[in-house]
């Protein structure tokens, strides 16, 4: 079968391995095919970064892409899907089967920034990642006479993952339940099938004191500048006694308006993390003491109020990611140790949450620059024209990654065993 001839595909399977590695290579070619448009598609977003659940920009460039797609009509759009700057886009195979249900594959698409930054964290190169395995996998099936096997390509435009949990949204208005498996990638420094990314907790701590002259008769005030004082120093303290593989950080973020008035308002944001949604609490309850115990030693009283939604952490599906590195080492992708990947350094995404509702995958790659992401350093990285070729890569990799899940069952049932057996070693299961 030469690349983009059209042959049936028989038994649910490819005829051949042979059949399938060309099948792969269609989709390489499709993605390289929309080069031009995916990195229009991904400066547009670079360009104009928006915060948390503002991404109104990055929505409209992202839906009217899929929108555009020939032929008109081939991607059935939900502009505003569930939340106002999300959006799903689903394509399916043509008809021709006898299987109860398709195949649901889900490629997720980031696009929101950071404060004062931009895209540090390059979430336009995980929106073009998405859209760009989505069409490799779309073109691959579409070159086929026939597919018995039904699938449905589900792109789904996930906002609010630096602040929020845009996914954690989604899970709650059912938009993951019927997805079999997931796919995304993020930028980083190397290329990792998979790192640890950990469980975190946030949360906001009020002091309300009373407010005084400083100087004439400071002895009338309680003095919460004091008690946002003392919880930082405490919690510095309590570092002693921390894992080592728990994080807590935060800031001050109101100190009192003037030096001669004793401050009467105090804010605190900290961000607590730890390996597991199992350890996570026991690392909360003693940052809170600390919290209170400020309070009661200032005399002010603490409001406490977490997060919305608190991040899970990244459960590893190995049949997945072994498929997803044995598709990018075709491709010259030159991945981290199994050892490097567990042992590295690692933050928090609500794809965390994803993984416990639905089998997926959440690489990193790298884009042509050792920048660290959350720096302006990164940002410039994110808007190269060097990351390109690398994005454009990793997109490769995930549609190759995908049409083993659907031309190879025993793989898709591995896949389905690695996450029921994760679940159960959490022992933190929210699947209704």
Not at 74 to 97: D, I, K
Not at 133 to 154: D, N, R
Not at 157 to 163: F, M, N, V, W, Y
Request: with cysteine; glycine share 8%; proline share 6%.
């Amino acid at each position: 079968m030469r690349p983009g001839e059209e042959r049936p595909v028989e038994g649910g399977a490819c005829a051949s391995v042979s059949d399938l590695e060309l099948l792969k290579l269609r989709a390489a070619e499709c993605v390289d095919a929309a080069a031009e448009r995916l990195g229009a598609l991904s400066r547009a977003i670079w360009s104009e970064p928006e915060l948390a659940y503002e991404e109104h920009h990055a929505h409209g460039v992202l839906t009217r892409f899929f929108q555009s797609e020939t032929p008109a009509g081939s991607w059935a759009v939900q502009p505003h899907y569930q939340l106002a700057t999300a959006f799903r886009a689903e394509w399916g195979s043509p008809g021709g089967w006898a299987a109860p249900r398709p195949l649901h594959l889900g490629f997720l698409c980031e696009y929101d920034a950071l404060p004062g930054i931009g895209h540090a964290c390059g979430h336009n190169l995980i929106a073009e990642v998405g859209a760009a395995a989505a069409l490799g996998v779309k073109g691959a099936l579409e070159s086929l006479a026939g597919l018995p096997l039904p699938v449905k390509v589900i792109v789904l435009g996930t906002p609010a993952e630096e602040d929020g949990g845009g996914k954690i949204d989604l899970i709650e208005a059912g938009a993951f339940k019927n997805l079999d498996v997931v796919f995304m990638a993020h930028p980083s420094q190397e290329n990792a099938a998979y790192l640890p990314d950990v469980a975190e907790h946030d949360v906001t701590v009020k002091y309300y004191g009373k407010a005084s002259h400083a100087a004439a008769y400071p002895w009338e005030g309680l003095n919460a500048l004091d008690a946002a004082v003392l919880a930082y120093n405490n919690l510095s303290v309590l570092r002693q006694q921390l894992k080592p593989t728990w994080r807590v950080h935060g800031i001050i973020k109101n100190g009192g308006v003037k030096p001669n008035i004793i401050p009467s308002y105090s804010e605190l944001i900290y961000y607590f993390r730890a390996p597991s949604m199992k350890e996570l609490p026991v690392l909360t309850k003693k940052a809170e003491d600390c919290f209170r115990a400020a309070a009661l030693a200032t005399g002010c009283t603490v409001e406490i109020n977490g997060g919305a939604h608190d991040y899970y952490n990244v459960l590893p599906n190995k049949s997945l990611w072994k498929a997803y590195v044995e598709n990018g080492k075709k491709l010259g992708i030159d991945f981290i140790s199994e050892d490097a990947m567990f042992s590295g350094p690692s933050g928090s995404t609500d794809f965390g949450n994803v993984s416990f509702v639905v089998p997926g995958i959440h690489p990193y790659f790298y884009i042509g620059s050792n920048a660290l992401n959350h720096t302006e350093q990164y940002t410039e990285a994110a808007g190269s024209q060097e990351a390109q070729f690398y994005t454009l890569r990793t997109a490769k990799a995930l549609a190759m990654t995908a049409l083993d899940v659907i031309f190879k069952p025993e793989l898709l049932a591995r896949i389905r065993e690695d996450f029921r057996l994760k679940l159960e070693e959490e022992k933190f299961n929210t699947v209704e």
